[in-house]
């Protein structure tokens, strides 16, 4: 066992529980995993994508998603996929898959050592992802976070990009560095947050003061920014 590993170990006992309450007392983090072993642990070698690590145990490689994100859209996947990239490569991580039949490679939620970071929600708190309407465990913690990053402009949303989803569309209004992103539908009249269950079919992102001034008014499902 190498000295990482052991170090996980003897970290293992503070683990318990993540301290992850949202400030606002909005949310509150999962458990975490008690003790890091050779059992459990995987090195992330690479990023594939954004949202797609290339994992290594035992010499052998695989394909894992980060369960509950969604792909970022084209202008926002070079910056997304570096974040991952710089918190995770190198690093050795525990695991915990869950069942998605939707993607050829396995899902999982991903924990950093030996701090225990939740690596799915660190990406959404930090404003370079966002999360999947899928129903799943920690649904709602990630919206809690999505909302919150959103909020603090954090990380993408500092410069009004699209952090996920389909590209604006070319006779949009431009989106100011500051503004509020909310998202429409192509014939709808309402507007959405990110992750609202009725943008399955059509995406653009648009300013909350361009969705005003076309008269479009919130959606009732998901409560966006008003």
């Given at each position: 066992m190498n000295a990482r590993l052991v170090a996980w170990i003897g970290a293992g006992a503070l683990l318990i529980l993540s301290a992850a309450a949202i400030g606002d007392g909005t949310a509150v983090g999962p458990a975490i995993p008690a003790v890091f072993d050779a059992k459990s642990a995987y090195e992330v070698v690479r990023t594939d994508d954004p949202v797609t690590l290339v994992v290594s145990r035992n010499g052998k490689q695989g394909r894992v998603r980060l369960a509950g994100l969604v792909d970022p859209s084209p202008q926002a996947a070079a910056s997304c996929q570096q974040f991952t990239a710089n918190l995770l490569v190198g690093e050795?991580?525990?695991?915990?898959?869950?069942?998605?039949?939707?993607?050829?490679?396995?899902?999982?939620?991903?924990?950093?050592?030996?701090?225990g970071l939740f690596a799915n929600v660190e990406i959404i708190r930090a404003g370079y992802g966002a999360p999947s309407s899928d129903k799943h465990t920690h649904l709602t913690l990630f919206r809690s976070y999505a909302e919150r990053s959103q909020r603090l402009k954090k990380g993408l949303f500092a410069d009004a990009v699209p952090a996920v989803g389909m590209a604006a569309e070319a006779d949009d209004a431009p989106i100011a560095p500051g503004e509020t992103v909310v998202y429409s539908t192509r014939t709808g009249q309402r507007y959405h947050k990110v992750d609202c269950e009725h943008l399955k079919k059509s995406k653009k992102a648009i300013?909350?003061?361009?969705?005003?001034?076309?008269?479009?008014?919130?959606?009732?499902s998901c409560d966006p920014p008003k």
């Open positions: 050795m991580v525990h695991l915990e898959f869950i069942e998605d039949k939707d993607t050829p490679e396995r899902s999982a939620y991903c924990f950093r050592g030996p701090d300013s909350l003061k361009e969705a005003k001034k076309r008269g479009l008014t919130p959606c009732n």
